[in-house]
């Protein structure tokens, strides 16, 4: 339920349209995460699609951050997470308008989750 109340005050989830938006101007120009002019779900989504070498996608997302141990960003890297955040929201995209009402977020959470049960 907190969950819900928390989507609900910050007016849901930004459009896919408009993340895509965001993620194709880092396409275009990486150095924007350097100084913190992307919105948070583009941002979360470069994360986790950030790697460094050949590990795992995500796996130092924290460079993205600038949190606790991260390394200076691959601004080339950071490219090709946009590309591949980019082609993550195409596939995910409906037409439409979303419709993720509180009530579609807690009829879609299991019993276990939401503590009852």
């Known amino acids: 339920m ?8 910050d007016a849901g989830f930004k459009a896919a349209n ?3 938006a965001t993620i194709g101007a880092v396409e275009k120009d990486p ?3 350097a100084i913190r002019k992307v919105g948070p779900e583009a941002l ?3 994360a986790s ?6 590990e795992l996608l995500g796996m130092h997302s924290y460079d993205i951050y600038q949190d ?4 200076e960003i691959d601004l080339l890297q950071v490219s090709r997470a946009a590309v591949q955040a980019d ?12 419709r993720e009402s509180v009530l579609e977020i807690l009829a879609g959470l ?3 989750v939401c503590g009852a049960g």
């Open 49 to 54: 699609n950030y790697q460094r070498a050949d």
């Open 18 to 20: 408009k993340a895509r």
């Open 31 to 33: 150095s924007v995460i």
């Open 110 to 112: 299991r019993p276990d």
């Open 44 to 46: 979360a989504m470069v």
């Open 68 to 71: 606790e141990n991260a390394a």
């Open 87 to 98: 082609l993550q929201l195409r596939a995910d995209m409906k037409k439409g308008r979303p």
């Open 2 to 9: 907190a969950w819900a109340a928390a989507v609900q005050m």
